[in-house]
């Protein structure tokens, strides 16, 4: 089975924080995602990745960075944290596009 | 433009009956789809996916695609309590094969 691991299920951080989100897969798959979900809005894609040192931005980059320098590791940065990115964020993999992602359990992420 | 639509719910049902989950699409290329499954405070968990028009048939589950008319659906046979939870209708859509979640629907199955 697909293990993907997300190194917090809760965190609560402040205003102006940077903040790291850390993602691990352990099935040597190519592609990565990070999501946010938020009540009535669904889980939108935040940023992925194809390969090593590869980005693409999602559909809400925006306050949000991300680092892949190995295969198994995807992080997301919060640059400077701020309420409105109080949040489930939830990471994904991979190993073909059109295959299904499957899921981390979800870092619940408060921001003061 | 809302890529992928489900009905909004919720959706009650009693215990040993049929589920049906709706979902269209709009981007008539699309060609992978996937029904998920999300516990309240859990994250999604796959359940199904199509990729070919007709019936596929897992267990109490059956996901029906057609293409041409551009829906999916969930059937879940002899519901139980247990599949109380909201189900995700996900297509990948467009040329960088994008995955798109609609928003979700809520079922809860009564004993």
């Known amino acids: 089975d697909v293990k993907v691991t997300q190194s917090s299920r809760y965190l609560v951080k402040r205003t102006g924080e940077k903040v790291f989100l850390e993602c691990v897969q352990d099935?040597?798959?190519?592609?990565m995602f990070w999501y946010r979900q938020d009540p009535g809005l669904g889980l939108r894609l935040i940023y992925f990745?194809?390969?090593?040192?590869?980005?693409e931005k999602g559909d809400i980059p925006e306050g949000y960075s991300v680092s892949r320098e190995k295969k198994e590791r995807f992080s997301l940065i919060l640059e400077s944290a701020s309420t409105n990115q109080t949040s489930m964020y939830l990471c994904a993999s991979t190993r073909y596009s059109n295959q299904p992602q499957h899921f981390g359990d979800g870092t619940r992420l408060s921001i003061l | 433009q809302k890529e992928v639509e489900q009905n909004s719910g919720p959706l009650s049902v009693p215990e040993g009956a049929i589920a049906s989950l709706n979902c269209t699409y709009s981007d008539r290329g699309s060609q992978s789809f996937f029904w998920y499954r999300q516990y309240s405070g859990k994250s999604p968990e796959l359940i199904m996916f199509?990729?070919?028009?007709g019936d596929k048939e897992d267990g109490r589950f059956t996901a029906q695609l057609n293409k041409a008319s551009q829906y999916v659906s969930l059937l879940i046979r002899d519901s139980q309590p247990s599949d109380s939870a909201t189900y995700l209708c996900?297509?990948?859509?467009?040329?960088?094969?994008?995955?798109?979640f609609g928003k979700g629907i809520t079922l809860s199955v009564r004993p």
């Open positions: 099935m040597d798959h190519e592609n």
């Open positions: 996900a297509v990948i859509t467009g040329a960088n094969s994008k995955l798109t």
């Open positions: 199509i990729y070919s028009n």
């Open positions: 990745s194809y390969d090593v040192k590869m980005k």
